[in-house]
T-cell receptor
Framework: EDKVVQSPLSLVVHEGDTVTLNCSYEVTNFRSLLWYKQEKKAPTFLFMLTSSGIEKKSGRLSSILDKKELFSILNITATQTGDSAVYLCAVEEVQGAQKLVFGQGTRLTINP | DTEVTQTPKHLVMGMTNKKSLKCEQHMGHRAMYWYKQKAKKPPELMFVYSYEKLSINESVPSRFSPECPNSSLLNLHLHALQPEDSALYLC??????????????FGPGTRLTVL
C-alpha cells in the first residue's frame, strides 16, 4: 500500500529558530512530491519537486528531494509566528489521472 | 489567477436532505478533484475528473454523487448522508496535460455538518 509519512507530527519552536520537516514515501509510479501549507482552510501550494538534489527556494523556505532514499525535507529559517500551520507533504502518482497521496502533516507552532 | 471557488462555505443538513456542493475554476484546468478532510487529518481523495470524465473513484459510497457539467464546474451531490460524513470538503484543480507534472490548486472548502 502506498504510504507517505511525515515527521515530526508536531513541533513547537520559538520565533527565529530554524526548522526541518521530513517526508518519506513509498509509492508506485512516482511523478512528483508537493509541499502545502494549511492554516484554517484550503492547503496553499509551496513547492513541487520532481528531480533529486535540486533545491527549491522561496524566501525563508526551501525544499529538496532525494529520489534514491525516497524522502524530502522542508526547511524554514528565521521562523515567524505567521509560519504556524500544518505542513502537508503529498506525493503525486500516475494512475491514469493525477492522484495525490497525502502524509499526516506536521503541525508547526511558532511561539513569540 | 490561481483561484478555485467553492460554495457554500458552510452547510448543515439532516440525514434525509439532498444538497449539492459546487466548485468552479477559470484557469483552464482540465482536471478537477474532490477531497474529504476530517479534523486533524490530511485530505483524502474522493473523485478525480479528467477532461470532464470520471477518472478515479476512491470507493466512495453512492450517497456522494459527483458531476462535471463542463470543464469549469464540479458538483458533489449529497443524499442520505450520515453524521460521520461531517468534514471539510475540498475541491482542487490542475492542468492535467498528459505526461506533464502539475500543481493542484485547492479551493477554500465547504464545511459540512450532518445532523
Amino acid at each position: 500500500e502506498d504510504k507517505v509519512v511525515q515527521s515530526p507530527l508536531s513541533l513547537v519552536v520559538h520565533e527565529g529558530d530554524t526548522v526541518t520537516l521530513n517526508c518519506s514515501y513509498e509509492v508506485t509510479n512516482f511523478r512528483s512530491l508537493l509541499w502545502y501549507k494549511q492554516e484554517k482552510k484550503a492547503p496553499t501550494f509551496l513547492f513541487m519537486l520532481t528531480s533529486s538534489g535540486i533545491e527549491k527556494k522561496s524566501g525563508r523556505l526551501s525544499s529538496i528531494l532525494d529520489k534514491k532514499e525516497l524522502f524530502s525535507i522542508l526547511n524554514i529559517t528565521a521562523t515567524q509566528t505567521g509560519d504556524s500551520a500544518v505542513y502537508l507533504c503529498a506525493v503525486e502518482e500516475v494512475q491514469g489521472a493525477q492522484k495525490l497521496v497525502f502524509g499526516q502533516g506536521t503541525r508547526l507552532t511558532i511561539n513569540p | 489567477d490561481t483561484e478555485v471557488t467553492q460554495t457554500p462555505k458552510h452547510l448543515v443538513m439532516g440525514m434525509t436532505n439532498k444538497k449539492s456542493l459546487k466548485c468552479e475554476q477559470h484557469m483552464g484546468h482540465r482536471a478537477m478533484y474532490w477531497y474529504k478532510q476530517k479534523a486533524k487529518k490530511p485530505p483524502e481523495l474522493m473523485f478525480v475528473y479528467s477532461y470532464e470524465k470520471l477518472s478515479i473513484n476512491e470507493s466512495v459510497p453512492s450517497r456522494f454523487s459527483p458531476e462535471c457539467p463542463n470543464s469549469s464546474l464540479l458538483n458533489l451531490h449529497l443524499h442520505a448522508l450520515q453524521p460521520e460524513d461531517s468534514a471539510l470538503y475540498l475541491c482542487a484543480s490542475s492542468q492535467d496535460f498528459a505526461g506533464v507534472t502539475d500543481t493542484q490548486y485547492f479551493g477554500p472548502g465547504t464545511r459540512l455538518t450532518v445532523l
